[in-house]
């Protein structure tokens, strides 16, 4: 696992405190010199539609990327999502998650299972407008 903050410090903590709670996980702060399966965005870059990308340009090379999941909703495309594709990786956003949180809460509440479909349409409508069938 590669950990990158905007504070180097602040990743070197985190990184400790993964490598004492699970002693067999390899950590390394700073973006990985080899291929990587996920590339993750965990920030709150890319809320705005002019925000940068949370990556600096050129420390990663796309071609050693094997997805992105930005767990951004809205919008619907962040930067990174937009570079990733144009990169020809595979890409997500937040949507899938936002749901499924809410769907796993629902079904605690109500000991039934939960509409996800009906609940994704709702979902996708509020966020992103359009028809809501």
């Known amino acids: 696992m590669y950990l990158i903050n905007r504070t180097e410090s602040r990743a070197a903590e985190l990184a400790e405190e993964i490598r004492r709670r699970y002693p067999g996980a390899t950590v390394e702060v700073g973006y ?8 993750l965005n965990a920030t709150s870059l890319g809320l705005r539609t002019g ?57 605690l509440w109500t000991g039934r299972d939960a509409p996800v479909e009906v609940m994704r349409r709702a979902l996708e409508h509020n966020l992103y407008g359009g028809p809501c069938n």
């Open 32 to 39: 990985p010199g080899a291929a990587v399966d996920l590339v």
């Open 51 to 107: 925000d940068a990308s949370p990556l600096e340009p050129g420390r990663l090379g796309w071609g050693k990327v094997g997805a992105v999941y930005d767990m951004i909703y809205r919008p619907a495309e962040t930067r990174l999502l937009r570079e990733a594709r144009a990169a020809g990786c595979r890409a997500s956003n937040g949507l899938g998650m936002l749901l499924y949180q809410g769907a796993r809460a629902l079904e």
